[in-house]
């Protein structure tokens, strides 16, 4: 899914009064993706070049008119990282949103992905039950992260 596609769900949930769970386990949701990801391709954009003299921006994988193996991939300006979180972290605080379990375990999160979701959560209405991350993420802002989620122990059976 990436960034883009966490930005574009966390919009649309930011408006959703039915969604109460958002799960994104292992999609490659990081800054750190993101800049690894942009690497890839601008080597991948050098080498096309350097074999060829068609456009460096487009690589990818396709096949031609003519049956011939092809490689093109638009290698676009990298997304804003603190902009998909901020989208999610925007849809947490909606007072339009019933959204309050968020599950990205399986993600790189890096401390500045945290940082970036941190003020929403310290803002956030107690409707947050459920805040998952990866056990990776520096003990500070994991700890950070969880100090405003509500945990909804159960009560004394009788």
């Known amino acids: ?3 883009e596609g966490l930005n574009s769900l966390a919009v649309s949930a930011s408006y959703s009064k039915t969604l109460l769970e958002f799960v994104a386990c292992n999609c490659c949701l990081s800054s750190s993706a993101a800049s690894s990801k942009r690497t890839l391709e601008l080597a991948a954009a050098q080498h096309k070049s ?3 003299n068609k ?8 096949r031609g008119g003519g049956g011939e193996e092809s490689l093109t991939l638009m290698v676009d300006e990298p997304f804003p990282p603190g902009q998909a ?3 999610l972290g925007k ?3 909606s007072t339009e949103c019933a959204l309050g379990r968020v599950n990205l375990d399986g993600n790189p999160l890096t401390p500045e992905d945290a940082e970036v979701l941190l003020p929403f959560l310290a ?6 039950t459920l805040f998952r991350v990866p056990t990776t993420l520096s003990p500070a802002h994991f700890t950070a992260l969880f100090k405003n989620v509500i945990v909804k122990g159960k009560g004394k059976k009788k």
């Open 1 to 3: 899914m990436g960034l």
């Open 55 to 62: 456009d460096a921006s487009v690589l990818g994988f396709g």
């Open 85 to 87: 979180f901020a989208a």
């Open 50 to 52: 350097s074999s060829s």
């Open 123 to 128: 803002s956030a209405p107690p409707k947050v």
């Open 91 to 93: 849809a947490l605080v």
